[in-house]
């Protein structure tokens, strides 16, 4: 009885060493490429999503400006009010959509978010966007998902690697106040 068993096992140890047993599928990955392929992909992935949200904007007749990282913004009404800067606190109504359409998360049912500018913790096109407008603006901004919640998606509403559309209207912009928080 131990015979038997003493084969099976040397057969499996010897089997697992075999490259017979590699799947054909694997990808063969070389450690000193590996980096550099990554950056490729990364890259090709953000032209690609590029060039779906500079589509989106135009099905949608949005004549967007984008900056230098990649958000693009409409300001639809322009508000009269103080211009948002580092250091003050930025109250504000949202909407915010994925490409589909699907709704997120909108201030109508969560109330108006606010901010300290510069120092907030919200996605990093919105901090860039909201920077751009003053107090009674409303504005559009679209975040590539690197700029929004990336590859990770924010476990609740948004999935990876998310473009979001944000629908912003600057209620109020004010100094901080160390009382308020």
């Known amino acids: 009885m131990r015979l038997p068993v003493l084969i099976l096992a040397i057969l499996f140890l010897a089997s697992c060493g075999s490259d017979k047993n590699k799947q054909k599928d694997q990808p063969d990955i070389n450690p000193d490429n590996y980096m550099d392929e990554m950056e490729d992909a990364n890259q090709y992935y953000t032209v690609s999503e590029s060039d779906q949200i500079d589509d989106y904007a135009e ?9 230098g990282t990649g958000l693009r913004y409409l ?3 322009n508000g009269t009010g103080r211009m948002v800067e580092n250091k003050l606190v930025v109250r504000f109504e949202f909407k915010v959509n994925l ?3 699907a709704v997120c ?3 109508d ?11 907030a913790v919200v996605e990093s096109g919105i901090e860039e966007g909201l920077q751009l407008l003053r107090e009674g603006d409303h504005a559009k901004f679209i975040l590539p998902s690197h700029l929004a919640f990336g590859w ?5 509403q948004i999935p990876t690697r998310a473009v979001l559309i944000y629908d912003v209207h600057v209620l109020e912009v004010r100094d901080y ?3 308020i928080y």
């Open 75 to 77: 300001i639809y009404e």
């Open 105 to 107: 998360y909108d201030s």
């Open 177 to 179: 106040s160390p009382e």
């Open 99 to 101: 490409l589909n359409g």
């Open 109 to 119: 049912k969560q109330g108006p978010k606010e901010v300290w500018s510069g120092h």
């Open 59 to 67: 099905r949608m007749g949005w004549d967007m400006i984008k900056t």
């Open 152 to 156: 990770l998606g924010d476990s609740e």
